[in-house]
């Protein structure tokens, strides 16, 4: 069964593209039709695109990997924060910090701070600085945390990007690219879709329509982190069973060798 249908990407305004003077050629395939000057998108291959990359995702989801999200434009940053938050993946909603993927231990070095920041503060030596000292280091965590926030549980490189309009974000798309990350993307009809691993073509300026795929995207993650406790949980009770048939088979040998001994003993 489709994760979404028709009318639910109608009624969000999913189909909506860009002006047909502002389109790139290579979305041609997933345009509908021109109406008043503006393209529409072929809703039906939406819903078979946001299928192709859930069951994807969740696979990701599934193996314990992070998806990191990135959706810096003000439309998308706050319904992206909320919904992503609510899986604890990472995200991006502030500007990309050129380099956040190809020089990741760079980023990793800026995070670290942060943290010895926050043990400084909580520390006694604290109370020790001066009230200029402690004003400028308060807000370098601030402008740390406005920033990285979001990726400070992120340790290693995301297994793959999901990005909300490829023009906007196209620094990230192309660190992405070139270090062999699968990107994940909302394209529009004014966007590139070449070099988009599992391309969703929706309109990915309104608001609902953002909302409504993202959280597709996020319900897929829900299931395969929930498929992943299951098996987590059922490895967990086999262990959990096999230990105490040892120790049963161990109680078992024991006894037979105290039954041997009580016998020799009765035949002396």
Partial sequence: ???????????????????????????????????????????????????????????????????????????????????????????????????????????????????????????????????????????????????????????????ALFVVDVLKEKIAVREAQKLGIPVFAMVDTNSEPDGIDFVIPANDDASQSIKLIVGKMIEAMSEGLQERKLEKDKDDGDSAKSSKSEDVDEDSEEEEENEDIDEEDFDE
Avoid: C
């Fill in 1 to 159: 069964m489709p994760r979404t249908n028709f009318q639910e990407l109608l009624d969000a305004g999913a189909h909506f593209g860009h002006l047909k003077r502002k389109w790139n050629p290579n979305m041609e395939p997933y345009i509908f039709m021109e109406k008043n000057g503006i393209h529409i998108i072929d809703l039906q291959k939406t819903i078979v695109k946001i299928d192709e990359a859930a069951k994807a995702i969740r696979q990701i989801a599934k193996s314990g990997r992070k998806v990191l999200f990135v959706a810096t434009k003000k439309q998308a940053k706050d319904i992206v924060a909320e919904l992503v938050g609510s899986v604890n993946m990472p995200y991006v909603t502030e500007r990309w910090p050129g380099g956040m993927l190809t020089n990741f231990p760079t980023i990793r070095k800026a995070v670290k701070k942060m943290i010895s920041i926050d043990k400084l503060a909580s520390d006694s030596s604290w109370d020790n600085l001066s009230k200029r000292e402690k004003l400028q280091i308060t807000r370098q965590r601030a402008k740390l945390e406005k920033m990285l926030g979001s990726i400070s549980d992120l340790t290693r490189l995301p297994a």
